[in-house]
T-cell receptor
């Protein structure tokens, strides 16, 4: 079946640098994408979403980019802080069905 | 505003025992979901309820049953627990299936 995947299981960045977490999806019918952050011992927390009629959306220190041509989604975190250390999941919703989650990328922020 | 509340937070069961995981949301959401998360893996859908009165199987439903008691509550039952069901269970809710999910804080279940 079609699925969402991530290129890098672990990303280590220096505090203050920008982070980019990538996600590939294979279902061209997907029309809604979400990034979640999960800290140790907690449930996933919504960060930002984007619908397929957009290619970029910005939040506070975060930007999601969607490239439908190559079926690629990325999460950019500006000025990464120690509190950003967590596992990040992308998720896709293909035309009204349930969200399908990727395997997750662990972001480690070095002081 | 509590969001999604799960109980209990931790549970240890012996093989063959039964238990029910409770989930309640106060956001007037239509859809509710149960996921399990195993170490180093993503979230796998067990069951979902698109609206009050309906339930459907997800990716890994075997060994589980659910009840959508009312719009607020969606419970997950393990009739005869097995060690393979050791996992962290998350309940989530959403306005409908095409909106972001709000997750509870999880139930850590160990079956020995």
């Amino acid at each position: 079946g079609e699925s969402v995947g991530l290129h890098l299981p672990t990303l280590s960045v220096q505090e203050g640098d920008n982070s980019i977490i990538n996600c590939a999806y294979s279902n061209s019918a997907s029309d809604y994408f979400i990034w979640y952050k999960q800290e140790s011992g907690k449930g996933p927390q919504f960060i930002i979403d984007i619908r397929s009629n957009m290619d970029k959306r910005q939040g506070q220190r975060v930007t999601v980019l969607l490239n439908k041509t190559v079926k690629h989604l990325s999460l950019q975190i500006a000025a990464t802080q120690p509190g950003d250390s967590a596992v990040y999941f992308c998720a896709e919703n293909n035309a009204g069905n349930m969200l399908t989650f990727g395997g997750g990328t662990r972001l480690m922020v070095k002081p | 505003n509590a969001g999604v509340t799960q109980t209990p937070k931790f549970q240890v069961l012996k093989t063959g025992q039964s238990m029910t995981l409770q989930c309640a949301q106060d956001m007037n959401h239509n859809s509710m979901y149960w996921y399990r998360q195993d170490p180093g893996m993503g979230l796998r859908l067990i069951y979902y309820s698109a609206s009050e009165g309906t339930t459907d199987k997800g990716e890994v439903p075997n060994g589980y049953n659910v009840s959508r008691l009312n719009k607020r509550e969606f419970s997950l039952r393990l009739e005869s627990a097995a060690p393979s069901q050791t996992s962290v269970y998350f309940c989530a809710s959403s306005r409908d299936s095409n909106y972001g999910y709000t997750f509870g804080s999880g139930t850590r279940l160990t079956v020995v």
